[in-house]
């Protein structure tokens, strides 16, 4: 659409330069093209005439066709009202003005035939239409029944007086001299096999539908063509970095199978080995690894990553595995060190509390190939630590390290890169994982351990603190821990910090003969530490914190999560944080508490908490809630440039749109056969990525 569409938009009739520069700062509209792409968010019904006497229910909007028999003034000062009796043969409606009543009489020509347009509301018993819109009947209004778009507005618009009707003007100023130039986007084959109309037939009737079924096709054309050129442009970065980027080829089982048959410490479930087998087929493939692994928490995504390591190991190479905190670090390598001890391997553990003596043997015994696998935090990104030959490293809740931070592990290998392994406990939603992390492999631990009893999930109000005090000793006395847990909202750190002390404090009076721990983000790291290990270790019962343990810090024993104010947390981060306990055998309890007064939205989430443990199943409705930007992060998603396509909303659409991108790519990687100029000539002029994030896990 180059050329013509990057006009400016001052060169449209009607608009002239003092309007573009209100266009420009109120709705990003610069150009022709940005004009066209600037969609109604809602149409109102215009496609036929009402009668008076059959009237549909208060509140729908109407159209009629008549005159106004009789105009008065009625009521005094504030309640002085305009009242116009309207009569379209069928019968009588008021039409009722409490503003602007001098102008309105002037305009009003009694005995013509007008076109009213409004909401059909009851004004003291009886159905009005209040302040309509009023126009003069003329033929071309038959022509143009149809579904009138109606555009977002800013204040800065209507103050100078710009409204939905001046913008659709000029929209179909535009329309009408942008037919020629709105160049097709798909091939003939692709448009007959899904039915789609032609573009330059959507982008109109995007704008000026002629009833509901036109807007339905207009619109699964536009979001068609949108998911398309998105999936194909991921497909193709995926297919690159395939092509591109050589890897270690990890073939050897023997290390893994001894493990296995004689030290795997319990049974794998059916999806922790499915995901080895995926992982398994990328090491041994020649092309470097980019696999994310999602896994609910608690699926066992560790003993996964420790698997694929032995795979490495068993091939000659060294690993790494990285986490985001101290604590985290240190407790894989609790976790890991006992296991690698059985096969005979060498654990070391890096973090920033490293002393300076100990630092200096860990980096001569990695640069010496005797250490196998390094733990540790960011410590692991210093230029001063070099592996022998690194293989594959493992990335733990990939989305707390940065961009920058993570491509650093590249270049820990001179001669191929290592293979990389994220794994995260946020589940992502299958559209979106589609989408974002369409360029990545991803792999799903959908399935618990055997023996793990699933989360029970209550919802209590304020009211019911006294029941909540008296489960929390109960479970106590049985010999189990209890976190509390309050939000902390950026905008009052103070106020919120406040709260949680207040909170700590009516602990401390309700629990006096118990140890208690307090955990926020305001205290110093070594501080934070102590207070964690202390409940680690047992000795506090309870966890007074905010959600600076909402990732990865596992504690067995732990089995009540108290949520306090839960109405404030996102689902993702509710879920994060109901994953702190049902790590042991025992059963586990998550309690919400809330407010009386909650939002239709602060509900759904509740219910949707309380009905289901599934991780995949609370993220799509997190999706649908919050939206993508929200959940992702609009930067780093990639997604927010969609200007018509939902993805929560859209996933079908979604899925056909991929499947036909990798079927074309699958055929015709380069783009090349005649009939796929047109694809080509669309990605080679559509903007290109600022950056690929395939290429950096």
């Not at 033929?139 to 409204?163: A, F, Q």
């Not at 530490?529 to 270790?537: G, N, S, T, V, Y």
Request: glycine share 8%.
């Amino acid at each position: 659409m180059a050329g013509f569409f990057d006009t400016k938009i001052e060169f449209l009739k009607g608009v002239g330069p003092q309007k573009a520069i209100l266009f420009n700062k109120e709705i990003n509209v610069f150009t022709f093209g940005d004009l066209i792409q600037y969609f109604p968010f809602r149409y109102e019904d215009r496609t036929r005439f009402n009668k008076i006497s059959e009237l549909p229910a208060v509140e729908n909007t109407i159209q009629l066709k008549g005159t106004i028999t009789h105009l008065t003034t009625q009521g005094q000062q504030r309640k002085k009202r305009l009242v116009g009796l309207f009569n379209d043969g069928s019968g009588y409606i008021e039409l009722i003005w409490f503003q602007g009543l001098q102008w309105i009489v002037k305009k009003i020509n009694p005995g013509s035939e007008y076109v009213v347009f409004g909401k059909l509301s009851t004004y003291m018993g009886k159905p009005v239409i209040v302040h309509p819109e009023l126009e003069i009947f003329t033929p071309s209004h038959m022509s143009k029944l149809g579904l009138s778009p109606v555009y977002s507005l800013t204040e800065g618009l209507r103050n100078k007086y710009i409204d939905s009707k001046y913008i659709s003007k000029c929209m179909q100023n535009l329309l009408s001299q942008s037919m020629p130039h709105i160049r097709e986007t798909l091939p003939e084959s692709i448009r007959r096999e899904l039915a789609l109309i032609p573009k330059n037939e959507a982008v109109w009737q995007i704008h000026f539908p002629p009833g509901v079924q036109e807007l339905q096709r207009a619109r699964y054309r536009l979001k068609f063509d949108e998911l398309f050129y998105l999936q194909l442009r991921i497909l193709k970065l995926k297919l690159g970095r395939a092509e591109k980027f050589e890897g270690m080829v990890i073939d050897q089982t023997n290390l893994l199978t001894e493990f296995y048959n004689k030290h795997l410490p319990f049974e794998l479930t059916n999806a922790q080995k499915k995901v080895i087998r995926e992982i398994f087929q990328d090491l041994k493939s020649g092309h470097q690894m980019n696999r994310l692994i999602q896994g609910d928490v608690g699926s066992g995504k560790t003993i996964v990553a420790f698997l694929s390591m032995l795979l490495a190991i068993g091939s000659g190479s060294q690993t790494s595995i990285m986490a985001p905190t101290e604590i985290l670090a240190e407790q894989h390598y609790r976790g890991l060190k006992p296991l690698a001890g059985n096969v005979g391997l060498k654990m070391a553990l890096l973090t920033g509390s490293t002393k300076q003596k100990d630092r200096k043997i860990i980096h001569q015994a990695l640069e010496n190939g005797t250490i196998d696998i390094l733990v540790g935090t960011h410590a692991l990104l210093e230029d001063t630590v070099q592996f022998s030959n690194l293989g594959l490293a493992v990335i733990d809740e990939q989305h707390r390290f940065g961009v920058a931070q993570r491509a650093k592990l590249w270049r820990k290998n001179e001669a191929f890169y290592p293979h990389i392994l994220v794994m995260t406990a946020t589940p992502i939603p299958r559209t979106l994982a589609m989408t974002v992390y369409g360029d990545l492999d991803v792999s799903k631990i959908d399935e618990l351990p055997k023996g793990r009893k699933p989360i029970q999930t209550f919802h209590k109000y304020d009211s019911h603190r006294l029941w909540v005090f008296g489960f929390m000793r109960q479970q106590i006395e049985l010999g189990r821990q209890v976190y509390v847990v309050y939000p902390l909202i950026e905008e009052s750190e103070k106020l919120d910090l406040k709260h949680l002390t207040d909170g700590y404090e009516a602990i401390c009076r309700a629990f006096p003969e118990y140890a208690i721990s307090i955990l926020h983000g305001k205290m110093k790291a070594a501080d934070k530490d102590f207070e964690m290990q202390r409940f680690i270790e047992h000795k506090t019962q309870i966890m007074v914190a905010t959600t600076v343990i909402e990732v990865g810090v596992n504690v067995p024993n732990a089995s009540v999560m108290v949520i306090e104010n839960a109405e404030r947390f996102g689902l993702a981060q509710l879920h994060q944080l109901r994953g702190r306990v049902g790590r042991g055998a025992d059963q586990s309890y998550c309690i919400l508490m809330t407010s009386f007064k909650l939002s239709k939205e602060g509900k759904e989430r509740i219910q949707t908490m309380v009905r289901t443990n599934d991780g995949f199943e609370i993220a799509e409705a997190d999706l649908r809630l919050r939206g993508p930007g929200d959940m992702m992060g609009t930067r780093q998603s990639g997604i927010m440039d969609l200007l018509i396509a939902d993805i929560a909303r859209d996933s079908r659409i979604l899925q056909i749109a991929r499947e036909k991108a990798s079927e074309i790519l699958n055929k015709d990687p380069e783009l090349a056969w005649p009939d796929h100029q047109m694809i080509r000539h669309q990605v080679d002029s559509a903007k290109p990525e600022t950056l690929n994030w395939s290429k950096i896990s």
